[in-house]
């Protein structure tokens, strides 16, 4: 899809009927004219970007009218390349190293770290924008800095809470949701007992799967590499962890060990559970669906219980953008990336985008005058609370998970026929050959500055 003057006309003209950009034309021809006065445009111009396929038609249509805005205002013709989550990596990685194709990436988690010196330093337009918004939440942060310098931009974390049908939990004997790991067991027993079980995925679910593998582990103290970047799996903390995960799958449904990201959404709309861990998506599915009203308005959310190590600690899927080096014109993408930072989370945090993605900067967040349904409250505040963990380890290894290998060792360790012990060791084992691989590539280094993969978050000023 490539966004030009022509397009823009049509498109806003269509958005602008559906009442998307009612309020916001004017803001968006603001704040792109500002980008561009700020990073003025290279002569001739054009750019290509690559990004994941969006999860809900609000935060594309954001997207789109923010793109097209700075279109009109620069004449800079964009390319938006969409694919799906998983594919974005390894198309993003070989564009980096041949040097050619996407100009820019929207990318996961430490993606930016597997090739740090083939990204063009945007420290300077980072800085800016944390002035300008009131600073970086740590927990995104982490995702796009290197020491001082910053590699990609904050961009967005799509938030994860607990999602439960209230008069379940009610009926199950419980007036307000557990907020510990005790607790929690403990509802999700009665629960059970009552036919309205709990469901979490254990199988190949890159999103819902790691969310709840990283909590299991990092709930009880356990983390897979310690502040050196040595393997550390292998711990009373991850074998507490493991116990804990035993007890908890047994008030489970059948069959989560085959669920991916799409199935726990499934079977809780279909009112085979009620109990799981999502993103508002569950919720405004519900909602827009007359069918579903009742489970929509019965729906609730919050953050996932504490565990034995005293404080909330989640994983939400963070996502950066980045501008390689091979990028002709750097000046555009900066002011390309600075007008989606500042102009899509307004609508995103207003309802435009569904409440699916939440801002990275502490001002952007705190917007005044939005109501916050009581099935969405948690998910939008939860990123204030407990975002997007920066882990520790080198870069490439993706150790924590987040390629959804920690869910799929956590399927193996919680289940089948081997001791705690040696469900320990196989872990250790993968997490071991994997902090191998950046020896492999001396050009690779780790993380500066990295902390605890325990590590909670707090607030950066600006």
């Known amino acids: 899809m490539t966004i030009n003057r022509r397009r823009f006309l049509s498109g806003t003209a269509g958005l602008a009927a559906g009442g998307l950009l009612a309020g916001t034309l004017g803001t968006r021809h603001a704040l792109a004219q500002a980008s561009a006065s700020m990073f003025k445009p290279e002569e001739g111009a054009t750019l290509r970007l690559l990004r994941w396929v969006p999860f809900v038609t609000g935060e594309e249509e954001a997207w789109n ?16 390349d969409q694919e799906s989550w998983e594919d974005v990596r390894p198309k993003a990685a070989v564009a980096a190293n041949v040097g050619s194709g996407p100009d820019m990436v929207m990318s996961w988690f430490d993606d930016p770290f597997q090739y740090p010196d083939k990204l063009v330093d945007v420290t300077d337009l980072a800085n800016a924008l944390g002035e300008e918004h009131g600073g970086w939440y740590d927990g995104l942060e982490g995702y796009a800095r290197q ?8 961009l ?9 049908r209230d008069s379940h939990m009610k009926a199950a004997g419980f007036s307000e949701f557990p907020q510990d790991t005790d607790g929690f067991l403990e509802l999700c027993k009665a629960m059970k007992a009552n036919g309205t079980p709990a469901g979490f995925p254990h199988g190949k679910a890159v999103g819902d799967g790691n969310n709840y593998a990283h909590w299991l582990l990092w709930s009880h103290g356990g983390m897979t590499v310690d502040e050196n970047g040595e393997v550390a799996i292998n711990s009373p903390e991850t074998r507490a962890a493991i116990e804990y995960a035993k007890a908890l799958y047994e008030t489970f449904i059948p069959g989560t060990e085959s669920w991916l990201d799409i199935n726990n959404n499934r079977a809780f709309l279909a009112g085979e559970v009620s109990l799981t861990a999502n993103g508002v998506s569950l919720y405004y599915a519900a909602a827009k669906d007359e069918a579903l009203k009742e489970i929509a308005e019965d729906i609730r959310t919050t953050n996932l219980p504490v565990g034995p190590v005293g404080k909330s600690v989640e994983l939400h899927q963070t996502s950066t953008l980045s501008i390689f080096n091979h990028c002709k014109y750097p000046q555009a993408a900066k002011g390309l990336s ?16 569904e409440r699916l993605l939440l801002s990275g900067s502490e ?28 882990l520790c380890r080198p870069a490439r290894t993706g150790i924590g998970g987040c390629d959804g290998r920690l ?12 001791t705690t012990h040696a469900r320990r060791g196989h872990c250790q084992r993968g997490a071991a050959y994997r902090a191998l691989l950046p020896l492999m590539d001396r050009q690779r280094r780790p993380i500066a500055g990295a902390a605890s993969s325990c590590r909670s978050v707090s607030r950066k000023a600006g």
Do not use: M, W
């Not at 009218?65 to 964009?78: H, I, K, L, Q």
């Not at 869910?407 to 081997?418: P, Y």
């Open 147 to 154: 020491g001082d310098k910053f590699i990609a931009i904050p």
């Open 156 to 164: 967005c974390a799509i938030g994860n809470a607990v999602c439960y």
């Open 407 to 418: 869910c799929s060792r956590r399927h193996v360790c919680r289940s089948g026929d081997r």
């Open 65 to 80: 009218a923010n793109t097209a805005a700075f279109t009109e205002a620069t004449g800079v013709e964009v390319r938006i």
């Open 363 to 390: 001002g952007i967040r705190e917007q005044p005058g939005v109501d916050l349904e009581p099935g969405a409250r948690a998910l939008c505040q939860s990123f204030g609370i407990a975002a997007a963990q920066r």
């Open 338 to 353: 600075r007008l989606h930072v500042s102009g899509r989370p307004h609508e995103c945090l207003a309802g435009g985008c």
